[in-house]
């Protein structure tokens, strides 16, 4: 289920000079990334990736990285068998740890009412995927941003990693404000799959179910790799690379994730919204200005009854929508911004496995600087 001793690339030289942040952080801000590509070295991970911010222009992206893997140099990457133990401290001063292993896709599903050993959390959009299957099949490798949340509360699976035999592989400083990050090897894993092992019979007991790990982030790009195993299998596709992370880890924190929505009249969309949704509890829109609603006081089911207005809001009368993180990023003159509530890390394991997956984007891995890096790479061809 769990490969601890996949064979894994990881980049040469500075970890500065390679690592990116995840593709879907800063959708809404194209200076971000375009000032990382001007500081970033030829052959960082800038040059495999798509950043949301940049999907309208997808096509000549994309063929930019397909020039960019046919003329990567065979000595930017190292190889090594074996888990990556990871110690990230982030700009906010929280510090998180996570073990970079590879996953058996037959275990995992993301389709409503799976019953796999890896559940997806949250909606997949299956409209997001084909973007990034073009990108897979671009590139003999992939790169994780994926990462899984286990319901281990004695911490079984990172005191095993903690208490393993390592050597550093990595240790610096991430651009754009990402903080600092350790990469340890861990090649003798035995340990680390008794541990896997027992949190998986344990979930039996706490949830009426065998399940080991719900997907935190990057659930498209996991999407993505399950979709390519079944439509075109290879040797090296049935597995994804991705990091393992306890959801009771003190440097994982949940943030809500706000909706910001492109329209041409403030006033009609928020008319329209107050017509549609009511309930005991109330939201704040800015349009710049603040103005109160009324909203379900269930938050999944006001998050399920905005998302259902934007979409059908902007289907009908053009805009778009953007996801974003800090209430600071929703006063845009041209959208209306929408401060959404978000779950506790607690409630996440007991909810899907009673109710299913949440909406999309119902809940961020921290902010935006600390979502994960792309750092280790694997083969899929």
């Known amino acids: 289920m769990i490969d601890f001793n996949d064979e894994i690339l990881l980049p040469t030289g500075d970890v500065a000079d390679f690592a990116a942040v995840a593709c879907d952080q800063f959708a809404a801000d194209p200076e971000y990334w375009n000032t990382r590509a001007a500081e970033m070295p030829p052959f960082s991970a800038l040059d495999f990736i798509l950043p949301e911010c940049f999907l309208s222009d997808s096509e000549k992206r994309i063929a930019a990285i397909r020039r960019a893997a ?22 906010y001063g929280r510090v998180r740890h996570g073990v970079v292993a590879s996953i058996d896709l037959f275990d995992y599903d993301y389709k409503p009412g799976s019953q796999t050993l890896v559940r997806a959390s949250e909606r997949t959009i299956e409209e997001r995927i084909p973007p990034r299957v073009k990108i897979r099949e671009a590139i003999d490798f992939e790169m994780p941003h ?7 509360p004695d911490d079984l699976l990172m005191s095993a990693c903690r208490n393993a035999k390592k050597r550093t592989v990595y240790d610096g400083e ?5 903080g600092h990050i350790t990469g340890e090897l861990i090649e003798n894993t035995s340990a680390l799959d008794i541990a896997v092992n027992k949190i998986i019979d344990s979930s039996v007991n706490k949830f009426g179910t065998r399940l080991f790990a719900l997907v935190g982030d990057g659930n498209h790009s996991l999407a993505t790799a399950k979709f390519c195993s079944l439509n075109n299998p290879t040797s090296l596709n049935q597995k994804a690379l991705v990091e393992i992370v306890n959801i009771y880890d003190d440097g994982l924190v949940f943030e809500p994730i706000h909706r910001l929505v492109k329209t041409d009249s403030a006033k009609k969309f928020a008319d329209g919204l107050r017509s549609a949704i009511t309930g005991d509890s109330a939201a704040t829109l800015y349009m710049p200005e603040p103005v109160t609603i009324s909203v379900p006081s269930d938050k999944i089911e006001a998050i399920t009854a905005i998302d259902r ?3 059908d809001y902007v289907k009908g009368n053009g805009g778009y929508i953007e996801y974003v993180h800090g209430t600071d990023k929703l006063c845009q003159r041209g959208y209306v911004g929408i401060e959404m509530r978000g779950i506790q890390k607690s409630e996440l394991f007991m909810y899907v496995v009673k109710n299913g997956v949440l909406p999309k984007k119902t809940f961020s891995l921290g902010e935006a600087e600390e979502k994960r890096y792309y750092i280790e790479c694997r083969k899929i061809k």
């Open 70 to 91: 046919a003329d990567v140099p065979s000595e930017r990457f190292t190889k090594v068998h074996g888990a990556v133990y990871v110690t990230r401290k982030t700009c």
């Open 146 to 152: 994926i990462m899984l949340l286990v319901d281990d």
């Open 174 to 178: 991430l651009n754009g404000n990402g």
């Open 309 to 311: 207005f934007c979409e």
